[in-house]
C-alpha cells in the first residue's frame, strides 16, 4: 500500500527528527567549559541495556538519548548468600545499613559476619568512553540497578537529564552512581541520583581533572540509613588529585554525611547550591584541599563544615568578606546563607589567591535566589526551565560575574594517606590499585586506628553549637 507506506515514512522521519533535537541542552560552564561529548553525532536511543552498554563503552562519539527507563537489576545475576557484615554505625537492624565484604578489602575488620544478597550489576558501573554525550529525554531517562564509570584517562563527556537509582541501597559498597577516577572534561548536569549504596558521585583517587557538577539533585532519603535515620551518609566524595570542580545550583537533601567529603590536592567551588535537612555534615574539607564556598543556601543542616583532623583550606563568604574577592577575582564574592543550621566559617584567603583559572563563564547569584532556583531547575525533567548553561541564567544586580582569576597553581602531589584496616597501616603502593579496588577497599583517610576509621559514618545527629559533631577523637572518621 503506497499511501500506508507513505504515512509510515512521515511517521519515522517525524520521530526521527524530533529524536535529532533532542541533544544536549546549553553548555558546560565553569571549569568543565569546552566540554562537547558526543558534539553534533546524531542523538540515537539504544533499544536495550546491551545496545546502551555498548553505545557508552565504544570508541565513536555518541550522543545517546536516554528515552526510557534502563533496567539493569539482576542483568548480572545475584550474589545470593553472599559475605556481608554488621558495622558498628548500624545499630538499627534492617533499617540500617550492612556493608558488602568486597574481594580484597577488609574494610569488615572484626565487624561480625553476615550472609546477604545483592545485585551484581550495581557493584561496578558502565564504562563510558571518551565523547559522549548521555542524554534524558523529557523526564524519561532512567539508569536502574547500575552506575557510570569514567576511569583511566576519558574525557569529554556530557551527562545529562537522567536518573541514576537503585544500586543496592542496603549496601554499603552496594554501588557508586557515578565515579571519576582519571579524567578530563567532564560536566554532570540535571542529574537526579538517589537510592545509591555507597556513594551518589566519587572522583578519585586519579586526578580527574577539569569538571562540572551542576543542577543535579542528590536525594538521599532512604530507608536503608548508615545513620539509622531516613538518610544518606555517603552523597559526594572528591578524592582526586588537581581536580578543579565546579559545583553549582545542586540541591542536596536529606543527607547525613559528606556532601560533599574532599581531598588531596583538590579545587572545588561551590556556589549557588541548596542544602536541606542534612542531619550530620556538608562539607568536610581535608588535606591540601581548596574549597571557595559562596551564594549558596543552607537550611537545617547540623554541621555545615566539619572539623576534619587534617583540615584543608576554607573561604566561606559571608557577609563581612565579600569584597576580599575582588583582587585575586576581579568580582566580589557572594556570601552564603545559613538558616537552622550550625556554622560556616573559612576565611583562608589563599584560597582565592591561587584559585585557578577556567571558570570566566560563570554567574554567580545572590543567596537570596537560591532555594527557590534551584528547587525548580535541579534534577531530571527540567531542563526546559532554562539553566543548561550560565549564558541563559539572568544576571542579577547582586550576581558577580567572573572576571578574571589568578594564574593557575597546581600544588604538588603528595600521595600521604594510608589505607588502614584493624591492625594494618601501611599505605599500599599506589601503582597496585585499580579504582575497582581502590572503590572496594573503601579509602580511610590518615591516620585510621581501627573499625570506627575505617569509614564508618560520623555520629553527629544532634545539632551542636559547634558544628563539630561528636567526633570522639576518633582519626579517619567519615570514609
Ligand atoms: C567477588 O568476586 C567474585 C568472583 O570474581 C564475583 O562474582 C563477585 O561479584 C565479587 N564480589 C564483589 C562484591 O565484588
Ligand atoms: C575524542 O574526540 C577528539 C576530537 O575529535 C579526538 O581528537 C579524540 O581522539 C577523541 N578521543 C577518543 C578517545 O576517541
Ligand atoms: C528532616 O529530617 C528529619 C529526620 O529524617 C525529619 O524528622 C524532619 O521532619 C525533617 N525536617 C523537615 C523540615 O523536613
Ligand atoms: C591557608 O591555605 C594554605 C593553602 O592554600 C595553607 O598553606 C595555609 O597554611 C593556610 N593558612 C591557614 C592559616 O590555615
Ligand atoms: C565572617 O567570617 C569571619 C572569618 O571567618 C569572621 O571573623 C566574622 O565574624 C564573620 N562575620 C559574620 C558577619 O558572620
Ligand atoms: C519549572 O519552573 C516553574 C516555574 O518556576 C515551576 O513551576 C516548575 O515546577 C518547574 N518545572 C519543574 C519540572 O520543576
Redo the contacts with the bound molecule.
Keep these: 500500500m503506497p499511501l500506508l507506506r507513505h504515512l509510515l515514512t512521515a511517521t519515522a522521519l517525524l520521530g526521527a527528527s524530533a529524536q535529532a533535537a533532542t541533544g544536549v541542552t546549553g553548555s558546560a560552564f565553569g571549569f568543565a567549559s569546552g566540554t562537547t561529548g558526543g558534539g553534533d553525532a546524531t542523538p540515537a536511543a539504544p533499544s536495550d541495556i546491551t545496545e546502551l552498554t555498548t553505545w557508552l563503552s565504544d570508541s565513536t562519539p555518541r550522543v545517546i538519548l536516554i528515552d526510557k527507563e534502563f533496567n539493569f537489576l539482576d542483568s548480572e545475576g545475584k550474589c545470593t548468600d553472599c559475605e556481608c557484615c554488621k558495622p558498628s554505625s548500624n545499630t538499627c537492624g534492617s533499617s540500617g545499613q550492612n556493608a558488602v565484604k568486597q574481594n580484597g578489602s577488609d574494610w569488615c575488620g572484626s565487624y561480625p559476619s553476615l550472609t546477604c544478597t545483592y545485585d551484581n550489576a550495581a557493584i561496578e558501573g558502565l564504562e563510558v568512553a571518551s565523547n559522549k554525550s548521555i542524554v534524558g529525554v523529557g523526564s524519561a531517562g532512567v539508569i536502574r540497578g547500575k552506575g557510570l564509570r569514567m576511569v583511566n584517562g576519558v574525557s569529554n563527556i556530557i551527562v545529562q537529564n537522567i536518573h541514576i537509582t537503585q544500586l543496592n541501597p542496603e549496601f554499603i559498597w552496594g554501588g557508586d552512581a557515578i565515579t571519576l577516577d582519571g579524567t578530563n572534561n567532564i560536566w554532570i548536569d540535571h542529574v537526579k541520583i538517589n537510592l545509591i549504596g555507597r556513594q551518589m558521585f566519587v572522583a578519585g583517587y586519579e586526578a580527574s581533572h577539569s569538571v562540572t557538577i551542576s543542577n543535579s539533585e542528590f536525594d538521599g532519603q532512604t530507608s536503608w540509613s548508615a545513620t539509622c535515620n531516613g538518610h544518606h551518609y555517603w552523597t559526594v566524595l572528591g578524592y582526586g588529585h588537581n581536580d578543579k570542580v565546579t559545583f553549582a545550583n545542586n540541591y542536596l537533601h536529606h543527607t547525613s554525611g559528606r556532601s560533599p567529603k574532599l581531598e588531596f590536592n583538590s579545587y572545588w567551588h561551590a556556589y549557588n547550591n541548596y542544602w536541606f535537612n542534612n542531619t550530620g555534615h556538608a562539607f568536610d574539607v581535608g588535606e ?1 584541599t ?1 574549597a571557595l564556598i559562596e551564594g549558596n543556601v543552607m537550611v537545617d543542616v547540623n554541621t555545615p563544615l566539619l572539623a576534619d583532623s587534617n ?3 576554607v573561604f566561606a563568604v559571608n557577609s563581612s568578606d565579600v569584597s576580599t574577592c575582588t583582587k585575586a577575582l576581579g568580582r566580589t564574592c557572594v556570601a552564603n546563607t545559613l538558616i537552622s543550621s550550625g556554622t560556616l566559617t573559612g576565611s ?4 582565592i589567591s ?1 584559585w585557578p583559572s577556567g571558570e570566566s563563564d560563570i554567574t554567580v547569584k545572590a543567596a537570596s535566589q537560591v532555594a527557590a532556583y534551584v528547587k525548580a531547575n535541579a534534577g531530571i525533567g527540567k531542563l526546559s526551565n532554562g539553566s543548561g548553561s550560565s549564558s541563559t541564567v539572568a544576571a542579577v544586580a547582586t550576581s558577580a560575574v567572573a572576571k578574571r582569576a589568578g594564574p593557575e597553581r597546581d ?1 604538588p602531589y603528595v600521595p600521604a594517606f594510608s589505607e588502614a584496616g584493624p591492625g594494618a597501616s601501611a599505605v599500599p603502593s599506589q601503582a597496585s590499585w585499580s579504582w575497582r579496588k581502590v572503590s572496594t577497599d573503601g579509602p580511610a583517610p590518615t591516620g585510621a586506628s581501627g573499625p570506627q576509621g575505617l569509614g564508618a559514618p560520623v555520629q553527629g545527629s544532634a545539632p551542636q553549637a559547634t558544628g563539630h559533631g561528636h567526633h570522639h577523637g576518633h582519626h579517619g572518621h567519615g570514609n
Aim: charged letters at 10%.
Design positions: 591540601n581548596r583540615p584543608g583550606a583562608n584567603s589563599s584560597v591561587s600544588a
